[in-house]
């Protein structure tokens, strides 16, 4: 199938800006629906949602920092690819981009392992009940466990879209989106995992690879 690649070499500077921006835009709503559905899913768990709901907010300050990294290499290495795409070095691109892949494998592997060996002690740390930390601790811990595979679904989404292909990267946000939607009131009800059932719709959606990524490699390669 011909996937659409926006090319600033030509055409309207406006235009092909707005092709870009615009689904980049959409995918950043998209992503919103993550945190925003997990909520109300695990909200509405009979008997236990209000603290389930703040144990799981607990979490949320070690999940940013994971969301710090994935960006800092993501965010980071795909402009630079751009500018080198731009100057037509596709080998110093191509260089940049192996070069976040690598450093995402390695902070995710590194981050993991701290995660896990830290995660009682750093949930005691944030949690104030202990009621509430059983919960903040089923949420990450299975969280973390999916941590590498996020980090390289999210961080190497940029480079869909600094190579032009802005439809592609959202559909890929999207799919994750929907699959959340889908699995989380699956695992958590149906399948009564309770918060663990959350972290999971969460990181599943997640974990599946940046289709679009690989697509317009071979696209790149064919041009």
Do not use: W
Request: charge should be neutral; glycine fraction near 10%; aromatic fraction near 10%.
């Amino acid at each position: 199938m011909q996937t659409h690649q926006t090319d600033f070499s030509t055409g309207n500077v406006y235009r092909n800006i707005m092709e870009v921006a615009v689904p980049m835009i959409i995918a950043q709503i998209l992503n919103l629906l993550y945190n925003i559905v997990d909520r109300i899913y695990i909200g509405r768990i009979p008997e236990i949602g209000a603290t389930a709901l703040t144990g799981v907010g607990l979490c949320f300050p070690i999940i940013t920092l994971i969301t710090a990294f994935t960006y800092l290499f993501g965010n980071g290495g795909a402009p630079l690819c751009s500018m080198e795409r731009g100057r037509g070095n596709q080998e110093e691109a191509e260089m940049l981009m192996g070069n976040t892949f690598v450093m995402l494998i390695g902070t995710g592997v590194i981050l993991t392992a701290i995660g896990l060996i830290f995660t009682d002690r750093s949930s005691m740390l944030l949690a104030p009940v202990d009621v509430t930390f059983s919960y903040a601790a089923d949420y990450i811990r299975i969280y973390l466990l999916g941590t590498l595979f996020v980090m390289i679904t999210l961080g190497m989404n940029p480079f869909i879209n600094s190579q032009g292909f802005g439809n592609t990267g959202m559909l890929t946000i999207l799919i994750g989106a929907v699959l959340n939607i889908l699995l989380d009131p699956l695992f958590i009800f149906g399948m009564h995992m309770g918060v663990r059932g959350a972290a999971l719709a969460t990181i599943i959606p997640s974990s599946v690879p940046p289709s679009g990524f690989y697509a317009s490699l071979q696209e790149k390669r064919r041009s």
